[in-house]
């Protein structure tokens, strides 16, 4: 059984994620310059892709593979690790880490390494989204489009992300989608439609109230109306959204089509226009360390 002191890890360090403040380096050099573990580190470049960072992985023989950024740093380390028994280690460097919010591991860099150190783990599942995976959540419509327009943004994190999506709202088109769960097929108009893993978005607003990422289903979100009293019982309240504005589907395979092109995003990640997504669950599909309950 592997023990915190013998643990080999890999940092993969996405340098450009969040405020850039951090020298992640010298902060984790320093943190185990006392202990015993080996450990290594991979910063990404421009240039670098999975079959590199396999490479790397193939080489160092790690226990263990922290993502250091966001969770698109997290998601392309997670591509690496699939149907492997390395650990997959997360440190929050985004500019929203939904997934480790969703996790409980804290943005503190001191107190992150400590629960890595620590080596409590957990299965969690994944959700396949048009052959790509997508560990925390995916979506088509006004978030995705104030994703595209955060990436214009001169600035990064929440500041960047509100002006972003103030500038889409007035502008979002209702998307007329066509569903298929469980050989049902379900004619909908909606403002935004969210592939859910996890219960809530990096900013803490609760969009899947009943999601958990140990079971074998995810949910499909559909906000049919953005109500304002509906975003405060996401934010803050998380009481029972109204079924006229905001519907819930649990599902362990989906198809969608659309009328016309829709803007479209995984974990944060802004993938252009489509007219059709397919998604369907791998359970177990990754090892995760997580605070100890």
């Not at 419509?141 to 929440?158: D, I, S, T, V």
């Not at 969210?194 to 900013?203: D, F, L, Q, R, S």
């Not at 509906?230 to 029972?240: D, N, Q, R, T, V």
């Not at 819930?248 to 009328?259: E, G």
Request: hydrophobic share 45%.
């Amino acid at each position: 059984m592997m023990t915190s002191k013998n643990l080999k890890v890999l940092f993969i360090i996405n340098a450009g994620s969040g405020n850039n403040s951090i020298d992640w380096t010298a902060q984790i050099t320093n943190y185990f310059v006392n202990l015993s573990n080996s450990i290594d580190f991979y910063d990404l470049t421009p240039t670098c892709n999975i079959s590199t960072i396999k490479a790397k992985i193939k080489l160092f023989k790690p226990d263990c593979v922290a993502a250091v950024g966001g969770d698109g740093t997290i998601k392309l380390v997670a591509e690496c690790l699939i149907k492997t028994k390395i650990l997959l280690g997360i440190i929050p460097a985004g500019s929203a880490n939904g997934l480790a919010k969703e996790l409980g591991i804290s943005d503190n860099p001191t107190k992150a390494l400590d629960i890595l150190f620590q080596a409590f783990s957990k299965k969690i599942h994944i959700t396949r989204i048009n052959e790509q995976l997508c560990i925390h959540l995916s979506d088509i419509g006004l978030n995705a489009y104030a994703m595209k327009e955060f990436e214009k943004q001169p600035f990064r994190g929440w500041w960047g992300y509100f002006v972003a999506a103030l500038k889409v709202l007035w502008q979002n088109p209702l998307m007329e989608i066509t569903l298929k769960i469980d050989e049902q097929s379900i004619k909908i108009k909606a403002e935004m439609i969210v592939i859910a893993n996890a219960t809530k978005y990096g900013n803490g607003v609760v969009i899947n109230p009943v999601g958990k990422l140990g079971d074998k289903l995810f949910e499909v979100i559909v906000v049919k109306k953005i109500s304002f009293i509906e975003i405060i019982k996401m934010a803050y309240s998380h009481g029972l959204l109204d079924p006229d504005k905001t519907e819930i589907f649990q599902t362990n395979a989906l198809s969608m089509k659309s009328r016309s092109k829709v803007h479209f995003q995984i974990d944060g990640e802004y993938l252009g226009k489509v007219k059709e997504v397919n998604a369907f669950i791998a359970p177990n599909a990754l090892q995760v360390i997580v605070p100890e309950i």
